[in-house]
């Protein structure tokens, strides 16, 4: 720092004043330390550093001179990669070609794979067919699903009964879709996009939307389970307690072989202040047998990316 406050003092000598040849060396020599300073690594990189600084705060004042841009539309978690269907079980905006619509019933951890039965097609116009008849030949006991109740709104697992408990049993509230083996997507059945979600959702088993769900269930012998329960406690997701009281009623009797099974949401809670997790909480749930899909249901095509 030393050395350039000198030259600059040599070459303020020379604005001012004239030169004597010994003054001129001075300069010339000083001229010649200027260059080199100026050339050095060190200096050509605090140089690049003014200059980067001097350029950001430029960036920084023209972007705080810009318009605010408008906010991104709200996502919708209900609607997003999802396609539904119009009242001739067709889903509209289908442009994948014929895909299967497949039943998942076990895991085969040697070959790390879902092993699934094939229960229909979506046609390339997107048309469904159902025709669940293939036997399942992995079940697991009619008594576990106390313990695999994949809705978990039973609290109190005593208040299960079950007829021919050992019968082999398997339930889902949806079907993959499959394409050259490969799942693209899910296909569930209600009246409803958010409760066709919500149950399929860990995080959102316990929301209040009213509606229903379908469920495929498959059993080897005619057994039934039955459970009729009351509570009350808390159903808050985000730490904030959220007491309520709940009715949860199951009365499925179920003959060999396929059956639909109808889950439906009946009252809620409302939690207009709470986060979005927290939003409402179902009053009743009520899952009985049904003999063929309402005539009001609606398909839903959930993609891969979705689900």
Not at 120 to 134: C, M, Q, R, V
Not at 235 to 248: A, D, K, Q, R, S
Not at 260 to 270: D, P
Request: charged share 25%; glycine share 6%.
């Amino acid at each position: 720092m030393k050395n350039i406050l000198f030259i600059l003092m040599l070459l303020s000598i020379q604005a001012v004043c004239g030169q004597t040849p010994e003054q001129q060396k001075m300069i010339e020599k000083a001229e010649r330390m200027q260059d080199s300073i100026m050339n050095t690594p060190e200096m050509k990189a605090m140089i690049k550093q003014m200059e980067s600084i001097e350029k950001a705060q430029k960036s920084a004042f023209q972007t705080e001179t810009k318009t605010i841009p408008k906010g991104k539309a709200n996502y919708d978690k209900y609607l997003t990669n999802t396609l539904s269907s119009n009242n001739n079980k067709k889903l509209k905006g289908w442009n994948n070609g014929v895909a299967d619509l497949v039943f998942d019933y076990n895991y085969d951890v040697r070959n790390d794979k879902v092993v699934s039965v094939k229960v229909g097609i979506i046609k390339a116009d997107g048309t469904i067919e159902l025709n669940p008849i293939n036997k399942l030949p992995i079940l697991k006991p009619l008594h576990n699903y106390k313990n695999s109740n994949r809705f978990f709104d039973i609290h109190n697992a005593d208040v299960y009964q079950f007829k021919n408990e050992n019968a082999g049993f398997k339930m889902n509230s949806y079907l993959s879709v499959q394409q050259n083996n490969i799942k693209i997507g899910t296909f569930t059945i209600g009246n409803s996009a958010k409760v066709t979600r919500n149950l399929l959702t860990p995080g959102d088993l316990y929301f209040g939307d009213e509606g229903y769900m379908l469920s495929w269930v498959y059993v080897e012998e005619a057994c039934a389970i039955r459970a009729n329960e009351n509570w009350k406690g808390d159903l808050g997701n985000t730490g904030t307690p959220l007491i309520v009281e709940t009715n949860v009623v199951y009365d499925l009797s179920l003959k060999s072989g396929w059956n639909l099974v109808k889950t439906e949401i009946i009252g809620a809670y409302q939690f207009p202040n709470a986060p979005e997790e927290d939003r409402s909480r179902f009053k009743k749930h009520n899952h009985t047998v049904i003999a063929e899909i309402p005539k009001d249901a609606t398909y839903f095509f959930r993609s891969a990316e979705h689900y």
